[in-house]
């Protein structure tokens, strides 16, 4: 009797490799190098997953969403607590900087007007798509975080204090008070500098804001990104 070779197909379960989740193209917030964004489950959704219908987080699983991505010292600390103090007594001042309507429900008002600084200076608006404020992009990953435990929300906000707080000490200025080129002197400053916590400040930052601009149908031409090839279904309240 002949035996039968059995053979192992490969799973649609199986991870697609994370090289092939890479190419997303660096912001011009400077020459960081982005993390690979979580493979788990990928080729099923495709960058088609990711919409405003969508009620479960989009991080789930990738390490910013286990481990958070500030790394502290006791400096850090003290200097982020004084920042904290600071933004509560400026709460109106920061407040005027939002847009009317325009309420986050995880992020403090102070430190969420830096956060739409800090991706408006990311991605600004270009010729060939939108730019991230266009887009929502604060006000999505604000929504972000209220699907994750409160450590990687706490360290988002210890981020966006670190870039308010830290050119008031070299430049003699807050972040939000600093003209568009200052601004983008800064970030480039945190992204090559040789202190852990202003880099991983960056990196975590600049992925939150690249992640959730580049998964958006607006910004799939500039990137070379024709669409899913399964034809999607849209709920009908959604057009």
């Known amino acids: 009797r002949s035996r039968i070779r059995r053979r192992t197909l490969p799973s649609t379960s199986d991870p697609v490799p994370a090289a092939e989740l890479r190419g997303l193209p ?46 502290r010292s006791v400096w850090v600390t003290a200097g982020l607590g004084a920042g904290a103090l600071a933004c509560g007594r400026g709460d109106a001042r920061y ?26 200076r990311l991605v600004p608006e270009a010729t060939d798509r939108p730019g991230a404020i266009a887009l929502g992009v604060p006000a999505r990953i604000d929504r972000e975080l ?16 670190l870039v308010e707080w830290w050119p008031l000490v070299t430049q ?13 002197a800064v970030l480039e400053a945190m992204a090559a500098s040789r202190l852990a916590a202003r880099r991983t400040a960056m990196q975590g930052l600049k992925l939150l804001t690249v992640f959730f601009t580049y ?18 279904n849209r709920p009908a309240a959604l057009g």
Do not use: M, N
């Not at 209220?146 to 204090?161: E, N, Q, T």
């Not at 003699?172 to 983008?184: H, K, N, V, W, Y």
């Open 26 to 71: 660096a912001s011009p917030g400077g020459p960081l190098s982005l993390p690979a964004l979580p493979a788990q489950g990928a080729h099923r959704g495709t960058l088609a997953a990711v919409s405003e219908s969508r009620r479960e987080p989009l991080l789930s699983g990738h390490p910013i969403s286990r481990r958070g991505f500030l790394v």
């Open 95 to 120: 407040a005027a900087l939002l847009p009317a309507g325009e309420t986050p429900s995880q992020i403090p008002a102070c430190e969420y007007a830096v956060l739409r600084a800090v991706v408006d």
């Open 146 to 161: 209220a699907y994750h435990g409160p450590r990687l929300r706490d360290d988002v906000i210890a981020a966006l204090r």
């Open 172 to 184: 003699g200025s807050r972040f939000t008070a600093l003209e568009p080129a200052a601004q983008d």
């Open 215 to 232: 998964t958006q149908e607006p910004t799939w031409a500039a990137i070379g990104y024709d669409g899913p090839w399964v034809p999607r």
